[in-house]
């Protein structure tokens, strides 16, 4: 089975504080995938990247970044985290690429409280 | 813009069938997904429409018209495990996915 897992279900941060989410798929996925989860909303993307070190932006990448240094591992970065990055995060692994459309496999999130 | 459109909540009773929709205002498609979501969980794969029609799988199965940019998940014989929430997402003309906001379905025994 695929299995995407990221690194922490819960965390509690104060604004301003530097936020690591980390995240590791073991199915050799080129596609990585954060998105956030908000009530009422659909699934916004954060980030995603096709390839190790290439990443490309979202539809929310405001306050974020990301690393991609391996091919397994894709993690997100708030800088300095506001209480508006209150919110479920989300990564999502694929093989899809064009023309060859695939489903996502996600990790069971990470609950972000920022106070 | 890009829209996804389907009901916020639905309740239906154990054993019966459910139908929720999905409309969908894109640009461009290739194909939509239907997603299921326990609360607290990650969302799963449940389905892929690319042509028009029904694709059945099991209990579960999903319909497509491009032409009128509308989906259903049909889900029969309802388990209370089946609780959940549904998402429906479009694969646009960048290959991008746009994400409904969900539907959140409740069985009664």
């Known amino acids: 089975d695929v299995k995407v897992t990221q690194s922490s279900r819960y965390l509690v941060k104060r604004t301003g504080e530097k936020v690591f989410l980390e995240c590791v798929q073991d199915m050799d996925h080129e596609n990585m995938f954060w998105y956030r989860q908000d009530p009422g909303l659909g699934l916004r993307l954060i980030y995603f990247s096709y390839d190790v070190k290439m990443k490309e932006k979202g539809d929310i990448p405001e306050g974020y970044s990301v690393s991609r240094e391996k091919k397994e591992r894709f993690s997100l970065i708030l800088e300095s985290a506001s209480t508006n990055q209150t919110s479920m995060y989300l990564c999502?692994?694929?093989?899809?690429?064009?023309?060859?459309?695939?489903?996502?496999?996600f990790g069971e999130g990470s609950r972000l409280t920022v106070l | 813009g890009q829209n996804i459109d389907q009901p916020t909540e639905m309740t239906a009773t154990e054993g019966a069938i459910v139908q929720i929709n999905c409309t969908y205002q894109t640009s461009g498609f290739n194909g939509l997904f239907w997603y299921q979501q326990h609360a607290g969980e990650a969302p799963t794969f449940l389905s892929y429409n690319v042509l028009d029609g029904l694709e059945e799988k099991g209990r579960f199965s999903s319909f497509l018209s491009r032409s009128k940019g509308y989906s259903y998940l049909l889900l029969k014989e309802l388990q209370m495990k089946d609780s959940a929430s549904y998402l429906c997402?479009?694969?646009?003309?960048?290959?991008?996915?746009?994400w409904g906001a969900g539907t959140k379905l409740i069985i009664k025994p």
């Open positions: 997402a479009v694969l646009d003309s960048n290959y991008q996915l746009i």
């Open positions: 999502a692994s694929s093989l899809w690429d064009r023309g060859n459309t695939g489903e996502l496999f």
